[in-house]
């Protein structure tokens, strides 16, 4: 595997369910971030990790819990969701924070 | 505080015509920029990006974007479009201050190409 993949690529959840996203890089990188992209909106950025610490939390409604182990993975845990929270979820790695970022597939998720 | 203008929502051009997707932006300090490319239900992929260096960039694909400072512009061209450029294109700007290290996302620009 090379660059930034992400899992699942599909995902559809009751408002009910738990479920996680996962993201990993092979870029040899120290910065992974989570991103929101909803359909006639700007790309949102949710939270940044640097060296596996979390530096960023955009204001993400708790029902989005992040955890990164390691600079190679990252996780969005997800609970007790909203239909409006339907989007595609990004996945991004950089070498440091003013860095180009590298993006994933992405997931799309579907709350029912 | 930084922000990014993408002043074209869709574009259309036909196929070998020249491209012209628009960006200003607004930075308190110098800023990189980059422009990234979607296809549908795909990820974002980095067509180029300027770090204050050559302020003509060269990216994949053929395209291309100038940098310039007094306009507060950063265009995307390319010379002659092709139907695998039908895709939604992003002007991204990161900058410091407060904004340090943040990318802040321009609204897209649809590009169809037509035969």
Redesign the interface.
Known sequence: ETG?T?TPRHLVMGMTNKKSLKCEQHLGHN?MYWYKQSAKK??E?MF?YNFKEQ??NNSVPSRFSPECPNSSHLFLHLHTLQPEDSALY?C?SSQ???Y???????T?LTVT | AQSVTQLDSHVSVSEGTPVLLRCNYSSSYSPSLFWYVQHPNKGLQLLLKYTSAATLVKGINGFEAEFKKSETSFHLTKPSAHMSDAAEYFCVVSAGGTSYGKLTFGQGTILTVHP
């Open positions: 930034v992400q910065a700007p790309l950025l940044v530096t960023e990004l991004a440091g924070p003013v180009e970022q590298y993006f994933g597939p992405g799309r």
